[in-house]
């Protein structure tokens, strides 16, 4: 596609339910990334994929996180039994270089989560 | 710690006036500086990367300044437009530290322009 796309754009779910963001990025490019941003905050880290392997999920904030990016293409953030302060929204970035600091990260629209 | 200080926190400004955004840091050792938009509801969009060689940079009606040695930037907006009313972020980015990106985001500043 033309850009980062990332489904669903909101999920509003149950505290302990478990849910699915997917990200899709540009097409081309090896390097993925995950982060979290809170109101009034800017993003987070919370994992980066290089091909299929996750080259670093030391952002991830527990054990009920999890991503996967089984082709190196589309990437799944999975969330285990939600807790209202996983409520955010979750930016997905892609990037053609696999050098994270100096590529030129391209956002998706994000996928606001609300935990309830 | 690497660091990432953005003033003023928000800001209202008259359509058509200008204004300067700043941005302080404490990343080591230093490789670029980012600044990007994002509209309310929208992901990021990058205005300007400044590498330690550039001091100033535009895109349109946006400037970005880069001092080195003091470790400041500032991003000026230049006859306001409805449409500039958005967040800025500084991100700044080092060859190590940071988060395993690389990059260390400021908190933004939330400009609202005003008709």
């Known amino acids: 596609g033309a850009g980062v796309s990332q489904t669903p754009s909101n999920k509003v779910t149950e505290k302990g339910k478990y849910v699915e963001l997917r990200c899709d990025p540009i097409?081309?490019?090896?390097?993925l990334y995950w982060y979290r941003q809170s109101l009034g905050q800017g993003p987070e880290f919370l994992i980066y994929?290089?091909?299929?392997?996750?080259?670093?999920d030391s952002g991830l904030p527990n054990d009920r996180f999890f991503a996967v990016r089984p082709e190196g293409s589309v990437s799944t953030l999975k969330i285990q039994r939600t807790e209202r302060g996983d409520s955010a929204v979750y930016l997905c970035?892609?990037?053609?270089?696999?050098?994270?600091?100096?590529?030129?990260?391209?956002f998706g629209e994000g996928s606001r989560l609300t935990v309830l | 710690k690497n660091q990432v200080e953005q003033s003023p926190q928000s800001l209202i400004i008259l359509e058509g006036k200008n204004c300067t955004l700043q941005?302080?840091?404490?990343?080591?050792?230093?490789?670029?500086l980012r600044w990007y938009k994002q509209d309310t509801g929208r992901g990021p969009v990058s205005l300007t990367i400044?590498?330690?060689?550039?001091n100033t940079k535009s895109n349109g009606r946006y400037t970005a300044t880069l001092d080195a040695d003091t470790k400041q930037s500032s991003l000026h907006i230049t006859a306001s437009q409805l449409s500039d009313s958005a967040s800025y972020i500084c991100?700044?980015?080092?060859?190590?530290?940071?988060?395993?990106?690389?990059?260390?985001f400021g908190k933004g500043t939330h400009l609202i322009i005003q008709p």
């Open positions: 994929f290089q091909g299929t392997g996750a080259a670093d």
């Open positions: 097409s081309g490019h090896t390097a």
């Open positions: 400044m590498t330690f060689s550039e």
């Open positions: 941005c302080n840091y404490t990343v080591s050792p230093f490789s670029n």
């Open positions: 991100v700044v980015s080092a060859r190590s530290g940071g988060g395993a990106d690389g990059l260390t």
């Open positions: 970035a892609s990037s053609l270089t696999w050098t994270p600091n100096t590529g030129e990260l391209f």
